[in-house]
């Protein structure tokens, strides 16, 4: 009988033992041994939203990890009780069992959290260790892996190639996440004008940016760049029609938000006759005597017109009209003597109104612009020469 009742007592025991053994094999609960995952083909199975712990030791040691991914959407690590020591990276990979290499990078190294973007359901990989590799934690650090559904409607569109259509005069409601998205997006051109693109309910850890190109599958370079990186609200002129694409980031490419935000691309049709006339390859010829109706806009504008006094080498130039914002100034030139391609300065800026004293039967350039180049309008205003 005593036999009897101390088998009794040792199967519960027995059992909570195999439990024990069988949740941490699995990963599963705090003080969890998802070892040996050392290499992609040892990668742990762990679940979604499921906590687990693990550690970096030894030194060195590269702890791999997978899930099942439903849909489209983002993988998102988070790391708790990281050690003081240790700089805990991620990086997110597929597995290439029959490829020569079988580490596909996805994302190379961030430090925790981070996320990535999944384009499709499947099994994906990830991989953390120490940032520099010469560190180990004693105690475990705790993990979590969550699964976040496609928020950005535009997405996926990190390549010019995948850029998604916008209606001119429309608003769209992108995402930049995870850290260092880059969203591609182009409109279609019809006529000569402006594109002009404001945003709100931006999220506050994010600052905005976006460059004008033009993409071309069959040139080398693809991508042509038309205007540099700006912050919104920002305008860029287009002169010819067709396709232009737009690229959105966050300014230093060192901020993310789950959280949308509005964009709106409005269209302005070209309002100065003059345009384009950027440079002075474009310049139009103007005379003494000519009012010139024309604008500043937008930002950093720079209007180049010609002309050539034919008697009386003094010449002056009036504005008015011009927006609250503005201030022209012009600047003079002659083609440089040793090189047709390039203008040589020969009157600095001067504001408006202005008296010059030019050569005779001589070709001149001359410059107009906002004085520090950091404002605009499309309202038109009267330059008139005397």
């Not at 709100?200 to 994010?206: G, H, Q, Y």
Request: aromatic share 12%; glycine share 4%.
């Amino acid at each position: 009988g005593k036999e009897v009742k101390m088998r009794n007592k040792l199967i519960p025991l027995i059992l909570t033992g195999v439990l024990l053994i069988a949740l941490i094999s699995c990963g599963g609960g705090k003080g969890g041994d998802n070892e040996p995952n050392n290499t992609i083909d040892q990668a742990s199975k762990i679940t979604l939203a499921q906590p687990f712990s693990t550690k970096i030791t030894p030194v060195g040691d590269n702890d791999w990890f997978k899930v099942e991914i439903p849909e489209q959407g983002y993988l998102k690590v988070q790391a708790s009780n990281i050690p003081e020591e240790i700089g805990l990276e991620v990086a997110f990979a597929l597995y290439q069992e029959w490829e020569g290499e079988k580490i596909k990078y996805i994302r190379e190294w961030h430090r925790v959290p981070d996320a990535v973007f999944i384009p499709k359901a499947g099994t994906y990989y990830f991989v953390i260790k120490d940032d520099y590799d010469d560190k180990e934690s004693k105690n475990p650090i705790e993990m979590k892996v969550d699964f976040l559904k496609e928020f950005d409607p535009n997405e996926p569109n990190n390549k010019p190639e995948d850029a998604k259509l916008v209606q001119l005069n429309s608003v769209i409601n992108p995402a930049i996440y995870p850290t260092g998205d880059q969203d591609w997006l182009k409109v279609k051109v019809e006529k000569q004008g402006y594109l002009l693109l404001k945003s709100k309910n931006v999220p506050e850890d994010i600052v905005p940016q976006i460059k004008y190109t033009i993409y071309d599958e069959w040139s080398e370079p693809k991508i042509k760049e038309i205007k540099d990186w700006h912050h919104i609200p920002d305008s860029c002129s287009v002169i010819n029609t067709g396709e232009y694409y737009i690229l959105l980031h966050d300014d230093f490419d060192d901020r993310s938000s789950e959280t949308t935000f509005e964009l709106k691309i409005d269209f302005l049709e070209e309002m100065d006759q003059y345009e384009p006339n950027d440079n002075f390859k474009d310049a139009k010829s103007v005379n003494r005597g000519d009012t010139l109706k024309l604008a500043i806009f937008p930002k950093g504008d720079y209007d180049y017109f010609k002309i050539k006094l034919e008697e009386e080498n003094k010449i002056k130039f009036m504005a008015k009209d011009f927006a609250s914002n503005i201030v022209p100034e012009i600047r003079i030139y002659i083609l440089n003597p040793e090189n047709p391609n390039k203008l040589t300065k020969v009157i600095d800026w001067k504001r408006c109104p202005v008296e010059f004293e030019l050569e005779v039967d001589k070709d001149y350039f001359f410059l107009v612009h906002d004085d520090y180049d950091d404002r605009s309008s499309p309202k038109l205003f009267e330059l008139k020469i005397e």
